[in-house]
Each structure stands twice: as structure tokens, then as C-alpha cells.
Nanobody, 121 residues
Framework: VQLQASGGGLVQAGGSLRLSCAAS??????MGWFRQAPGKEREFVAA????????SYSDSVKGRFTISRDNAKNTVYLQMNSLKPEDTAVYYC?????????????????WGQGTQVTVSS
């Protein structure tokens, strides 16, 4: 199983970015996005289940971020709008092959390498 995250960068507050995570080696499962800011623990951002496509979000990004997946391409996306400086972090995609839809990072067996998102004020 491999996960390759991309799409990070530097953006001004109020701007948008779209992250992508290309997966290989599996087809079914929950895909999640987590982030980790300097000096802080890795936190849940969003997840999308394979079964039914149900999505979930942390309260801090709800209404601003949208997670989606293209099953034909085995790729998951995170559209981030109205970005704030506090969204600055390394963003990681992760896979839970048991498709739990969980926000708990311990449920995710596989992780990508992370992509840096920096939002300037």
C-alpha cells in the first residue's frame, strides 16, 4: 500500500488549495486527512468512507473544507477554501482498510508522506 500526497503550498488567508492523495495497493477503505502543526499533535481533518461515501469533518474545518474521492483513479481530494493562518500544518493522507470512517488516527494503518500547507496573514 502506498499513499502519495500532493498539492500543498503557500497561500494567503482567504485563499484556496486542493490537496490530492493517490493510493495504490488497495481499493476499499476509509480515506482520511490529518494535519500536524509545529509543536502540536496530529489532528483529524476529514474522512470519507468507501461504503456509502459518508464524509466527516472536524469542527474547525466544517463548512470550509470538502473531502471527495475518485474511485476510478483511487484518489482522494481535500478542497480547502477560506483558509486561515491556523490551518498552517503538514497535511497527511491516511487509509483505513477496515473502512471504519473513524476520526481516530490509530484506526489508520497506512500514511502518506505529508504535504506542507502554509497560510499567510
Amino acid at each position: 500500500v502506498q499513499l502519495q500526497a500532493s498539492g500543498g503550498g503557500l497561500v494567503q488567508a482567504g485563499g484556496s488549495l486542493r490537496l490530492s492523495c493517490a493510493a495504490s495497493g488497495f481499493t476499499f477503505g476509509t480515506m482520511g486527512w490529518f494535519r500536524q502543526a509545529p509543536g502540536k499533535e496530529r489532528e483529524f481533518v476529514a474522512a470519507i468512507r468507501w461504503t456509502g461515501g459518508r464524509t466527516s469533518y472536524s469542527d474547525s474545518v466544517k463548512g470550509r473544507f470538502t473531502i471527495s474521492r475518485d474511485n476510478a483513479k483511487n484518489t482522494v481530494y481535500l478542497q480547502m477554501n477560506s483558509l486561515k493562518p491556523e490551518d498552517t500544518a503538514v497535511y497527511y493522507c491516511a487509509a483505513d482498510l477496515r473502512d471504519s470512517g473513524s476520526s481516530d488516527r490509530i484506526r489508520y494503518e497506512y500514511w502518506g508522506q505529508g504535504t506542507q500547507v502554509t497560510v499567510s496573514s
